[in-house]
């Protein structure tokens, strides 16, 4: 599984497909109540091209903390894949939220060029 960006407007090529860029390739999703509530807490380290996913069944405003979260981490908070939010957030002092049917979580820097309106899907 993997995350791909795509900017909003982004020029087509001559095959009509659409410029990517990979965010993660090591992709998790936090699926249940404890792995939803557990995050990146109590990691000492976040893997180069790691990210994990939160998905959730309607749009709602999701808070997210960096509370025993050891590195600063990239937020994306997205609705039917659409970028509607993005926020670094600081070690163990972080907290943000958004309106989001799902949340991604990436190291600090991977999400620096991803703005609201752009595409970010998971590829299987």
């Known amino acids: 599984m993997r995350l ?12 009509d497909s ?5 965010l993660a390739d090591d992709v998790e999703r936090a699926d249940g109540l404890l792995s ?12 180069e091209g790691y990210g994990l996913v939160f998905s959730f069944d309607e749009p709602a405003t999701r808070t997210i ?7 600063p981490i990239d937020v994306l ?7 509607i939010n993005v926020e670094r957030l600081r070690p163990f002092r972080g907290l ?3 309106l989001a049917d799902t949340v991604v979580e ?4 991977v999400a620096e060029n991803v703005k609201p309106g752009d595409t970010v899907r998971i590829e299987d």
């Open 106 to 109: 990436l190291p600090a820097g």
């Open 36 to 47: 939803q509530g557990r995050g990146l807490m109590f990691r000492r380290s976040i893997p």
């Open 4 to 15: 791909v960006h795509q900017r909003d407007g982004e020029a087509r090529t001559l095959a």
């Open 77 to 83: 908070w997205l609705v039917d894949d659409e970028v």
């Open 96 to 98: 943000a939220h958004g």
């Open 18 to 22: 659409v410029a990517t860029e990979t």
């Open 65 to 71: 903390h960096t509370l025993f979260v050891f590195e």
